[in-house]
Every structure is written in structure tokens, then in C-alpha cells.
């Protein structure tokens, strides 16, 4: 990792990338080079290895089958495991965060998972669909969350980490909490892309990813705009 030189690989896009998932790729490279650092990004088929040198792990969301797959060669892989416990920044969206769990439940059945979070998935009664919100963990200090959802399961966290948020809106992990963090690893069940929703969120990676390194403000009028739109639908939906 140099300071001014962010390798971020994309994780197995043939299997994981649903609902514009690859956007988090995107805002990472869009906010990073606006402060001079050179992204290289770098998308990983789930037939290839993944490099083992990197500064930022990218995961996005599947169905069941692709994402039980996935979870599978990830574990057989072993580089995103070392990778997180060498502190290198992981982002997991939806499957993708539930594959960074101890296990989740994929067609009807127990998964194991990388086990580099302490939380477990199982499924809901009903799928959980549509917009998700909430009130971020004060100590990430990325402001109110917002997010599209649509997943079947339930996640349950354990002590070793914290919720990403209390939720105001929709389902998120079990309609209280949305999403976990520990340490540099991130998961969440915002869809949307997240961190085109979110860009506190990906300024928070790029930071950690540049190993603690300032980011001086962009003009984020759009992004602004974008959430402010998509969070007061949602007081209106509710008012
Ligand atoms: N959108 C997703 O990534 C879905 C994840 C998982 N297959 C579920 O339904 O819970």
C-alpha cells in the first residue's frame, strides 16, 4: 500500500453483483482520484485466485446459489481472511456480508462462512424489500445511512462487533440494527450502490484503505441531493 495508490479488487462480479453493486467500484475510484490518489481496480473472477496484495476488498450481493458458491471458493481461497486479519479494508454488500459471517442459510441450507465477522444469518419470514435507513454508529461518523434492501435473510450479531446502524426504516439485519462493522471490515444489506448513497462510507474505506490518510471534502452537492431525496420519501411515506 503507498499512500497515493489504492489496489481495489472487485470480488467474483460473475457471481456477486446485483443491483448496481459494482458502483461501490466506481465511487471508490471517482472519490479517490478527486484527491490525487490512483485507484487500480481490479476485478477477480471466482475462478482466479485473489491477490494477496491489495489495499480494499469490494463484495457485492447474489442470489443463493451464486452467492453459497461464492462463500465456498472464498473459504478454499483463504487470501480475504488473512487479508481482513491483517487489517486491509473489506466492504461486503447483502450475500456479501453475510458470506463474512460465521454461516447463513442459502436454499434451505447451513453455509459456511469466512467467519471474519462474529454474526450469523438464517432467514426471515418474509423477504425484506425496498428502502432501508438509520442512524449510523457515532464512532464512524458517516451521518444517517440509506439504502435499497432486498434479501430473505435475518443476521444476528454476536459481541465482537458493532451494528453499522439502529434503523429507522425498513428491515435491514433484523428490523432493529442494519449491516456490522469490526475493525476495517464493513457489512451491510444496502444495495443502491452504498457507497454512492453513503459517500461518508466510502471516504471512511479510502481512508482506512490509505492507511489513516486525511481526505480534504469534495462538493457533494449531487450525492447530497440524491439523499436528501431518498430520506425525506421516507418521512413522508411515514408522516
Ligand atoms: N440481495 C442479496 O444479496 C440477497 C442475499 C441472500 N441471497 C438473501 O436473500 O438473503
Not at 194 to 222: E, H, K, V, Y
Request: proline content about 5%; some cysteine.
Amino acid at each position: 500500500m503507498s499512500n497515493s495508490y489504492l489496489r481495489v479488487v472487485w470480488v467474483y462480479p460473475d457471481l456477486l453483483s446485483t443491483y448496481g453493486d459494482r458502483g461501490n467500484l466506481l465511487a471508490i475510484a471517482h472519490r479517490a482520484r478527486a484527491r490525487g490518489i490512483e485507484v487500480e481496480p481490479i476485478g477477480v473472477r471466482s475462478d482466479q485466485p485473489l491477490p494477496y496484495q491489495a489495499d480494499l476488498y469490494l463484495i457485492g450481493g447474489g442470489e443463493d446459489g451464486p452467492q453459497a458458491v461464492a462463500a465456498q471458493r472464498l473459504v478454499q481461497d483463504g487470501t480475504l481472511r488473512q487479508a481482513a486479519d491483517r487489517g486491509v479494508p473489506v466492504l461486503g454488500i447483502c450475500a456479501g456480508y453475510q458470506l463474512l459471517g460465521e454461516s447463513f442459510v442459502a436454499s434451505g441450507e447451513r453455509c459456511q462462512g469466512l467467519g471474519i465477522l462474529d454474526l450469523r444469518s438464517d432467514r426471515g419470514e418474509s423477504r425484506a424489500v425496498g428502502e432501508v435507513a438509520g442512524e449510523s454508529h457515532p464512532n464512524l461518523g458517516i451521518g444517517p445511512i440509506t439504502g435499497f434492501e432486498n434479501h430473505g435473510g435475518r443476521t444476528h450479531l454476536g459481541s465482537a462487533v458493532q451494528p453499522l446502524a439502529k434503523v429507522t426504516h425498513g428491515i435491514g439485519n433484523d428490523g432493529q440494527h442494519e449491516g456490522a462493522w469490526a475493525g476495517h471490515v464493513v457489512g451491510s444489506y444496502m444495495h443502491g450502490p452504498a457507497l454512492a448513497r453513503n459517500p461518508l462510507l466510502a471516504d471512511l474505506l479510502i481512508s482506512w484503505a490509505t492507511g489513516g490518510r486525511q481526505l480534504q471534502p469534495l462538493d457533494d452537492t449531487w450525492p447530497n441531493r440524491l439523499r436528501e431525496e431518498r430520506l425525506s420519501a421516507l418521512a413522508s411515506d411515514q408522516g
